[in-house]
Structures are given as structure tokens and as C-alpha cells.
């Protein structure tokens, strides 16, 4: 099989190329099976990449597939952002977009199948009473009193279930395995339940459905799925998926192989809390720029090349462990490193008065837009006696260390001239509200004609010649590495939002559109809000320039 070299290599490849070499499977088919319950995050990313990669790698196809069949959680916007996600991520199912619901008449026909078989049966144990009946790991279960039932009672009942006769809760379709099986799931798991709920695509035609474990097998099968590939938390499932195939389906089957889920720190990946979050208001919606969610990492700034990038990264394992965010973050830096144009914005304004500039002059100085793509160019940006200046660049007694402005202290404006602070202007309570300063005319581009250096470059905007924007500053939505453990508003930052009102940038973006990213120089890189407006500018900070993950990787 012709496969890139430069792939890694993993246990699920190793598994698949066995197989065609062998010629157990001539093509493969893999699929990609979100319940439509909640919008995607980080974690299912890694799947998304795994099951469209190697349907590319080995010139197999993958399907996506909605395991629609609880209609009480599901909606069409879950539907239509996850295919959103999936192209988002660079990924396409061509013709094979699939629903369980299509398959509803045929699992009812295998569902019959069993019960003629004598293999499953219509039980009327409470939902209560099934748990209380299964036992424990350490204790085996008992029968259900509805457990042997003759053939043609259970087909008389299931068809009255069907009919919508009972009430929710009231009975149940289980398979009739084995009650003191040492793993739990094959004590007769249920396989359907009574729900009056309309369905998104088949309305009022069902008051049934089908559980996620009978539906799974069967469809990857209808489907021709040849390895269906799922997280490790479906490894005691898998008896259950084999046996299911084994009653009614004829071979060849799917082979489920499980992998490791993708854990990350600061992070909760379990869709019922992100729901939570959501609709107890910590979070502005799905798409809010501190959620996992790929609706939220792109609104935040992320790009597609940099989640796959980490997907790649982490790889594919047996054994589940956490993932440290910074090097999703590493991942990102790279790649908007290399795409991202620079620009300034001050976010704390600070105004710097050149007194010996003349007044009302503007000149424009020449700027890179990026320094690792000469196809990016230059732009102009304007100068004048009136700048803003970071209020952090400045200190009025700096410590050692401290070589940024300071009174007395020359520094060099980027693109721009050498700038000495000659006076400091208080307000009433001592504050500082505007620098006064002097600029050497000689020095434009930003090195001195007589050698002498600084030890300090800071960015700026020109004070009338800027525009006004809100930046949101965003960090970990929790403030504790395994927010898991505990309670999950307790854990949370609450620091996770800052919004600056009164930042200022380059005049330059007053035609910057929502989704653009921009390194802002020495702060770190912003992406313009879906909230932005040429009236209104609004920019999100995606990640800071530090590199932690780096730093620990040199050390």
C-alpha cells in the first residue's frame, strides 16, 4: 500500500495494512458518528482527523453519520454546525452523509429477528428496577419476571410498543444474554425504549427507539464500515457490538478498535457539562471563545492546520492521559507565525506628547506585514506629534530590570524614531496621564547616525490617526489543571475574560473582517470577532506570544 513515509505509524495503521495485505479487506471504510446532541469540541477532532485521515491515506472513504436516536436531545442546529466543523477542518464525506433514522425499519426488522430467535424479550421492570436487577461487578444479576416470555407474547407486545399503546418507562425490548456475565453491559442490555417524542427527520412515524448500542453495530454495518473506530470508553461495549452482529447480520462485520480519547488540561470535554455551562450562562453560547468547542476555537482565533497539527502531534494510543494545553497553543503559534500579518494596537493608551515634532505634520513610515513571507509586503503607518503608547512600557521609578520608557530614558518606536521621555504629566490623584517627550529626527527607521543604542523597542499607534476598538482578552476558562475533579463552577477562572474598552490600532484596519487574524506586535495574536463592525471594531486574543510549551521542551 502506497503511504506517505513521513506518517506515523500507530496500532490502528499497523492494524489496517494487515488487513490489506492479507486481502481481508480490498478497500476500507471508516466513519465519523456524532450524536447531534451538543456541538463538537477539541476531542472529537482527533477523531474527525483520525477516521477522514486514514480513509485518505489508504484511498479508502469515510462516512459521517448521525447517531440520531434519542429525538429528546437533538437538534438540526447541532446537525448543521458539526458539518460545519468537519469541512471547517478540511474534511469532506462526499456522497456519504448518513442518519441512523434511516435505518429505523431495518434495526425494527433485526429487533424482530431477535425476538424470534428467543434472544430478546419485552420486559416491564422500572427503569429502577433493571439497574437494581443487573448486580454489581462483584455480584451477578437476576433474572427479570418477564425474561421468559413465549416468542409469540413478546413479538405481540413489542408490535403494541410500536403502536404507542404503553407509556414511556412502561416496558422496554432487552436482549436475552446472559444475566451473571462478568461484564455488565451483556447482562440483557436494553435494546428499546418507548419515547413520544417526534424525531427531526421521521416526525410522528416512531414512539420507539432504538438504544445507541443496538443502532451503532448495525448501521457501521448496513454501511460496510470495515474498522470502526471509537474511544476507550466503548472497550466493554464491544461484546455487546459483536454479539449483536453475530444474531443478526452476516459476515463480513465491522472491527471495533478503541483508542485513547484526547484529555487536556483547563479543559472539560464531557458534552453534558459543556451544556451546563452554556445553559446556566457562564459561557456566552457554544461558540464562546473559552469553549473547547471548534465553534469556539474558531471564533477565538484557531485555525484548522493548527488543530490538525496537534491532532497529529499527540498521536493515537491505548492509554488515556492529559494533554497539555500549551502545546495546542505551540501547535497555533506556529502556524499563524508563518500566515498572520502584523500590525500595532496599544490596549492600554498612554499618550506621548513629542514636543518637538511639528504640530500638525503626519508622515508615514514603511512597516513589515511579515517577516516570514516576503509576499506578504510592507503598509504605511502614520506618525504624528500625538502617540499612545502601552501604559506597561512605562514606569516613573523603574526597577533593574525595567529597560522600557522611563523619565530620562531614551527608547526606539518601532518603524519609527528614538523617542526621550522628558516629563510626566499627573492627575489630580497621582496618577500618570500623558508622557511628555522629544524625538531625534535623525533616527527614523530606528538606529542613531552617532551608534548609539537602546535598549528598547515598543509599539505605538498614532493618537488621532488610530481607531478605537474593544479587545477581549481571554484565558483558561478554569482555573484548575483537571477541572474534572470537584465542582464545576467552583473551578472555574475568574479571570477567564478581560475586555479593554478603550484600546486603539492601526488605522489600517478599519476594513478587517470577522475570522481575520493579526499578530498584534509584542502582544500576541488577535482574530476579529463575529461582534466587529467598521463602526465597532472588536478583537478576540487568541494566544499570547509566550511559548511555554517550548520553553519546556528546550529545557
Same mark, same amino acid.
Given at each position: 500500500?502506497?503511504?506517505?513515509?513521513?506518517?506515523?505509524?500507530?496500532?490502528?495503521?499497523?492494524?489496517?495494512?494487515?488487513?490489506?495485505?492479507?486481502?481481508?479487506?480490498?478497500?476500507?471504510?471508516?466513519?465519523?458518528?456524532?450524536?447531534?446532541?451538543? /456541538?463538537?469540541?477539541?476531542?472529537?477532532?482527533?477523531?474527525?482527523?483520525?477516521?477522514?485521515?486514514?480513509?485518505?491515506?489508504?484511498?479508502?472513504?469515510?462516512?459521517?453519520?448521525?447517531?440520531?436516536?434519542?429525538?429528546?436531545?437533538?437538534?438540526?442546529?447541532?446537525?448543521?454546525?458539526?458539518?460545519?466543523?468537519?469541512?471547517?477542518?478540511?474534511?469532506?464525506?462526499?456522497?456519504?452523509?448518513?442518519?441512523?433514522?434511516?435505518?429505523?425499519?431495518?434495526?425494527?426488522?433485526?429487533?424482530?429477528?431477535?425476538?424470534?430467535?428467543?434472544?430478546?424479550?419485552?420486559?416491564?421492570?422500572?427503569?429502577?428496577?433493571? +439497574?437494581?436487577?443487573?448486580?454489581?461487578?462483584?455480584? !451477578?444479576?437476576?433474572?427479570?419476571? /418477564?425474561?421468559?416470555?413465549?416468542?409469540?407474547?413478546?413479538?405481540?407486545?413489542?408490535?403494541?410498543?410500536?403502536?404507542?399503546?404503553?407509556?414511556?418507562?412502561?416496558?422496554?425490548?432487552?436482549?436475552?444474554?446472559?444475566?451473571?456475565?462478568?461484564?455488565?453491559?451483556?447482562?440483557?442490555?436494553?435494546?428499546?425504549?418507548?419515547?413520544?417524542?417526534?424525531?427531526?427527520?421521521?416526525?410522528?412515524?416512531?414512539?420507539?427507539?432504538?438504544?445507541?448500542?443496538?443502532?451503532?453495530?448495525?448501521?457501521?454495518?448496513?454501511?460496510?464500515?470495515?474498522?470502526?473506530?471509537?474511544?476507550?470508553?466503548?472497550?466493554?461495549?464491544?461484546?455487546?457490538?459483536?454479539?449483536?452482529?453475530?444474531?443478526?447480520?452476516?459476515? =463480513?462485520?465491522?472491527?471495533?478498535?478503541?483508542?485513547?480519547?484526547?484529555? %487536556?488540561?483547563?479543559?472539560?470535554?464531557?458534552?453534558?457539562?459543556?451544556?451546563?455551562?452554556?445553559?446556566?450562562?457562564?459561557?456566552?453560547?457554544?461558540?464562546?471563545?473559552?469553549?473547547?468547542?471548534?465553534?469556539?476555537?474558531?471564533?477565538?482565533?484557531?485555525?484548522?492546520?493548527?488543530?490538525?497539527?496537534?491532532?497529529?502531534?499527540?498521536?493515537?494510543?491505548?492509554?488515556?492521559?492529559?494533554?497539555?494545553?500549551?502545546?495546542?497553543?505551540?501547535?497555533?503559534?506556529?502556524?499563524?507565525?508563518?500566515?498572520?500579518? +502584523?500590525?500595532?494596537?496599544? %490596549?492600554? =493608551?498612554?499618550?506621548?506628547?513629542?514636543?518637538? /515634532?511639528?504640530?500638525?505634520?503626519?508622515?508615514?513610515?514603511?512597516?513589515?506585514?511579515?517577516?516570514?513571507?516576503?509576499?506578504?509586503?510592507?503598509?504605511?503607518?502614520?506618525?504624528?506629534?500625538?502617540?499612545?503608547?502601552?501604559?506597561?512600557?512605562?514606569?516613573?521609578?523603574?526597577?533593574?530590570?525595567?529597560?522600557?520608557?522611563? !523619565?530620562?530614558?531614551?527608547?526606539?518606536?518601532?518603524?519609527?524614531?528614538?523617542?526621550?521621555?522628558?516629563?510626566?504629566?499627573?492627575?489630580?490623584?497621582?496618577?500618570?496621564?500623558?508622557?511628555?517627550?522629544?524625538?531625534?529626527?535623525?533616527?527614523?527607521?530606528?538606529?542613531?547616525?552617532?551608534? +548609539?543604542?537602546?535598549?528598547?523597542?515598543?509599539?505605538?499607534?498614532?493618537?488621532?490617526?488610530?481607531?478605537?476598538?474593544?479587545? +477581549?482578552?481571554?484565558?483558561?476558562?478554569?482555573?484548575?489543571?483537571?477541572?474534572?475533579?470537584?465542582?464545576?463552577?467552583?473551578?472555574?477562572? =475568574?479571570?477567564? %475574560?478581560?475586555?479593554?474598552?478603550?484600546?486603539?490600532?492601526?488605522?489600517?484596519?478599519?476594513?478587517?473582517?470577522?475570522?481575520?487574524?493579526?499578530?498584534?506586535?509584542?502582544?500576541?495574536?488577535?482574530?476579529?470577532?463575529?461582534?466587529?463592525?467598521?463602526?465597532?471594531?472588536?478583537?478576540?486574543?487568541?494566544?499570547?506570544?509566550?511559548?511555554?510549551?517550548?520553553?519546556?521542551?528546550?529545557?
Amino acid at each position: 500500500m502506497d503511504v506517505n513515509a513521513n506518517i506515523p505509524s500507530n496500532f490502528i495503521r499497523n492494524i489496517i495494512e494487515q488487513d490489506l495485505s492479507t486481502g481481508k479487506h480490498k478497500k476500507i471504510v471508516t466513519r465519523f458518528p456524532p450524536e447531534p446532541n451538543g /456541538y463538537l469540541h477539541i476531542g472529537h477532532a482527533k477523531s474527525i482527523c483520525l477516521n477522514f485521515g486514514l480513509a485518505r491515506d489508504y484511498q479508502g472513504t469515510c462516512h459521517l453519520r448521525f447517531d440520531d436516536t434519542n429525538p429528546e436531545k437533538e437538534e438540526v442546529e447541532y446537525i448543521e454546525s458539526i458539518q460545519e466543523d468537519v469541512r471547517w477542518l478540511g474534511f469532506d464525506w462526499g456522497e456519504h452523509l448518513y442518519f441512523a433514522s434511516d435505518y429505523f425499519d431495518q434495526l425494527y426488522h433485526y429487533a424482530v429477528e431477535l425476538i424470534k430467535q428467543g434472544k430478546a424479550y419485552v420486559c416491564e421492570l422500572s427503569g429502577d428496577e433493571i +439497574r437494581e436487577y443487573r448486580g454489581t461487578l462483584t455480584q !451477578p444479576g437476576k433474572d427479570s419476571p /418477564y425474561r421468559n416470555r413465549s416468542v409469540e407474547e413478546n413479538l405481540e407486545l413489542f408490535e403494541r410498543m410500536r403502536n404507542g399503546e404503553f407509556e414511556e418507562g412502561s416496558h422496554v425490548l432487552r436482549a436475552k444474554i446472559d444475566m451473571a456475565s462478568p461484564n455488565v453491559v451483556m447482562r440483557d442490555p436494553v435494546l428499546y425504549r418507548i419515547k413520544k417524542v417526534p424525531h427531526h427527520r421521521t416526525g410522528d412515524k416512531w414512539c420507539i427507539y432504538p438504544m445507541y448500542d443496538f443502532t451503532h453495530c448495525l448501521s457501521d454495518a448496513i454501511e460496510g464500515i470495515t474498522h470502526s473506530i471509537c474511544t476507550l470508553e466503548f472497550e466493554n461495549n464491544r461484546p455487546l457490538y459483536e454479539w449483536i452482529l453475530e444474531q443478526v447480520f452476516p459476515e =463480513p462485520h465491522p472491527q471495533q478498535i478503541e483508542f485513547a480519547r484526547l484529555n %487536556l488540561s483547563y479543559t472539560v470535554m464531557s458534552k453534558r457539562k459543556l451544556l451546563q455551562l452554556v445553559e446556566q450562562g457562564v459561557v456566552s453560547g457554544w461558540d464562546d471563545p473559552r469553549m473547547p468547542t471548534l465553534a469556539g476555537l474558531r471564533r477565538r482565533g484557531f485555525t484548522p492546520a493548527a488543530i490538525r497539527d496537534f491532532c497529529e502531534r499527540i498521536g493515537v494510543a491505548k492509554a488515556n492521559s492529559i494533554v497539555d494545553y500549551a502545546l495546542l497553543e505551540h501547535c497555533l503559534r506556529e502556524d499563524l507565525n508563518m500566515t498572520a500579518k +502584523r500590525t500595532m494596537a496599544v %490596549l492600554r =493608551p498612554l499618550k506621548v506628547v513629542i514636543e518637538n /515634532y511639528p504640530e500638525g505634520q503626519v508622515e508615514y513610515v514603511e512597516a513589515v506585514n511579515n517577516p516570514n513571507d516576503p509576499d506578504a509586503g510592507t503598509r504605511l503607518v502614520p506618525f504624528a506629534r500625538e502617540i499612545f503608547i502601552e501604559r506597561d512600557d512605562f514606569m516613573v521609578d523603574p526597577p533593574k530590570k525595567f529597560f522600557r520608557l522611563a !523619565p530620562g530614558r531614551e527608547v526606539r518606536l518601532r518603524f519609527a524614531y528614538f523617542i526621550k521621555c522628558t516629563d510626566v504629566i499627573y492627575d489630580d490623584e497621582g496618577n500618570v496621564v500623558e508622557l511628555r517627550a522629544v524625538y531625534d529626527p535623525e533616527t527614523k527607521g530606528g538606529s542613531a547616525p552617532d551608534g +548609539r543604542k537602546v535598549k528598547a523597542t515598543l509599539h505605538w499607534v498614532a493618537a488621532e490617526h488610530s481607531l478605537p476598538a474593544e479587545v +477581549r482578552l481571554y484565558d483558561h476558562l478554569f482555573a484548575k489543571e483537571d477541572p474534572n475533579e470537584g465542582d464545576l463552577l467552583e473551578n472555574l477562572n =475568574p479571570a477567564s %475574560l478581560e475586555i479593554l474598552t478603550d484600546a486603539r490600532v492601526e488605522v489600517n484596519m478599519q476594513d478587517v473582517q470577522p475570522g481575520e487574524k493579526f499578530q498584534f506586535e509584542r502582544l500576541g495574536y488577535f482574530c476579529v470577532d463575529l461582534d466587529s463592525t467598521p463602526e465597532r471594531l472588536v478583537f478576540n486574543r487568541t494566544v499570547p506570544l509566550r511559548d511555554t510549551w517550548a520553553k519546556l521542551q528546550r529545557k
